[in-house]
């Protein structure tokens, strides 16, 4: 049952820490999305891969977050110093080749404190 | 900044009615594809529809897609509790090439009441 797994599910951390989400996106899929999911701004488009090139992060504040594809297998996305206001549900998708579906990992829960 | 716009933003139902949930979108796209949320949890993928259809089926779901008012529908028939989810569509852009980006409405957040 192929499927995209995201660590950690839950994480609590202190404001100006450094946080390291990661996620494995279903194997042979080219296409890896990370979206950031609030309550006020829904689901917003950080950045996505395609074929483990960064294609698209305008998403993202370049200043503190950072996200890679060290190999097909793992994509991370990095915040470095956590703001309480990047408290959120990240979720990682992945899919394959233009207008399919993806499929999306369960997320990791951020609560910065 | 988000391509689509559901409506409405809430919607409860009882059990047995029909639930019609609306998106408009502001660009030209190639598909728009609905996605359900249970709470806490990650999306799935509902249906697709591609920009030269105008009408799917599937199961209790029938999407329909108007691209000169640039709005689709999702109609879910017969709902059930188990119904009782967030709806959100996704658009891709046309022009994108291979650099398609999906981007989602905040979503309809449907409760059926037993």
């Known amino acids: 049952d192929a499927r995209v797994t995201q660590t950690p599910r839950d994480k609590v951390t202190e404001m100006g820490q450094e946080v390291t989400m990661r996620c494995q996106p279903i194997?042979?899929?080219?296409?890896v999305f990370w979206y950031r999911q609030t309550m006020m701004q829904g689901l917003e488009l950080l950045a996505y891969?395609?074929?483990?090139?960064?294609?698209?992060d305008s998403g993202m504040p370049k200043d503190r977050f950072s996200a890679e594809m060290p190999d097909a297998t793992l994509a991370t996305l990095k915040i470095q110093p956590s703001e309480p206001r990047d408290s959120a549900v990240y979720f990682c998708?992945?899919?394959?080749?233009?207008?399919?579906?993806?499929?999306f990992g369960q997320g990791t829960r951020l609560t910065v404190v | 900044s988000q391509q689509g716009e559901e409506d409405p933003q809430a919607l409860s139902i009882q059990e047995g009615e029909n639930a019609t949930m609306n998106c408009s979108y502001k660009t030209s796209i190639n598909n728009l594809q609905w996605y359900r949320q249970n709470s806490g949890r990650g999306l799935v993928h509902l249906i697709l529809i591609r920009s030269n259809e105008r009408e799917k089926h599937s199961g209790r779901l029938r999407v329909t897609l108007d691209t000169s008012k640039k709005s689709s529908s999702l109609l879910i028939t017969a709902s059930r509790a188990a119904d009782t989810a967030s709806y959100f569509c996704a658009t891709d852009k046309v022009g994108g090439g291979s650099n398609y980006k999906l981007t989602f409405g905040k979503g309809t957040l449907l409760t059926v009441n037993p």
């Open positions: 998708a992945s899919g394959n080749t233009m207008g399919t579906e993806a499929f």
């Open positions: 891969f395609r074929n483990r090139a960064p294609l698209d």
């Open positions: 194997l042979g899929h080219n296409t």
